[in-house]
């Protein structure tokens, strides 16, 4: 073999190496994957969802800046389901919520690791929060997702569930939270809670547009915008999308 041959030899076997490499790094992280969603197909026991309660209280003021969270509410969980451990005096409410506040079809809804600190302002504590505790009920009384999902909806076809309060909206600027396995604590952003909604009207989603639209279906009826924000709740630089 020649020098050129052998060279065209050594980069069809680098090209070759680098094809399986990348084969084999693929297909562990699909199987990472489909071990996550296996794990999480199910609640896992309830303990693993519990928090000590003051590391839960900080966890919760930890998603609005003190100046809104340190005189808001605070609600931690229990195993009836949320009770209020400190009273606020400015109409907001921080909660640390559970993974069965994710979409239906999520494949981490039972991650007991999730951890989403929010603070709801006046109008969506009076309607938003209703959802959050709606779910926290069932999940609780240990309905399966399937279950949830149709008691839900049942729910709502009552009339049982409030619609968005107008000027509803939230923090969600802890760098404490864990979002799940696929987004960590995210970005910092805030979000607007409307009536159901396209995403046009906020020009949310577009190019350059800072408003996203997390357009996975739910039965609650609303709409959540999202704006990320620049900086923690603690003051610190936070990264834009």
């Known amino acids: 073999m020649n020098a050129r041959s052998s060279?065209?030899?050594?980069?069809?076997?680098?090209?070759?190496?680098?094809?399986?490499?990348?084969?084999?790094v693929a297909t562990a992280v699909a199987g990472d994957?489909?071990?996550?969603a296996l794990a999480y197909e199910h609640m896992a026991p309830l303990e693993q969802y519990l928090m000590d309660p003051g590391a839960e209280i900080a966890l919760a003021r930890s998603a609005a800046?003190?100046?809104?969270s340190a005189k808001a509410t605070i609600l931690i969980l229990k195993p009836p389901g949320y009770?209020?451990?400190?009273?606020?005096?400015?109409g907001f409410t921080c909660v640390v919520e559970r993974s069965w506040m994710a979409p239906f079809d999520s494949p981490e809804f039972w991650?007991?690791?999730?951890?989403?600190?929010?603070?709801?302002?006046?109008?969506?504590?009076?309607?938003?929060?209703a959802y959050t505790l709606k779910?926290?009920?069932?999940a609780l009384a240990g309905r399966s997702r399937e279950?949830?999902?149709?008691?839900?909806?049942?729910?709502?076809?009552?009339?049982e569930l409030p619609q968005p309060a107008p000027g509803a909206m939230s923090f969600m600027m802890s760098k404490d939270g864990y979002l799940g396995d696929s987004q960590g604590h995210w970005h910092s952003h805030l979000m607007f809670h409307v009536p159901k909604a396209a995403a046009a009207t906020w020009g949310a989603n577009l190019q350059g547009s800072p408003v996203v639209l997390d357009d996975r279906p739910t039965p609650e009826p609303q709409t959540i915008f999202?704006?990320?924000v620049g900086h923690w709740s603690d003051g610190t630089e936070a990264p834009l999308l």
């Open 226 to 228: 999202l704006v990320p």
């Open 135 to 138: 779910r926290t009920q069932l």
């Open 111 to 129: 991650n007991p690791k999730l951890r989403a600190p929010i603070c709801y302002n006046p109008a969506a504590s009076t309607s938003i929060l």
């Open 83 to 90: 009770a209020t451990a400190v009273f606020g005096t400015n």
């Open 147 to 159: 279950q949830m999902l149709d008691e839900t909806r049942a729910t709502l076809a009552r009339n």
């Open 33 to 36: 994957l489909a071990r996550s």
């Open 65 to 68: 800046p003190a100046a809104v």
């Open 7 to 24: 060279r065209r030899f050594a980069g069809a076997a680098g090209a070759a190496v680098l094809c399986a490499m990348t084969a084999a």
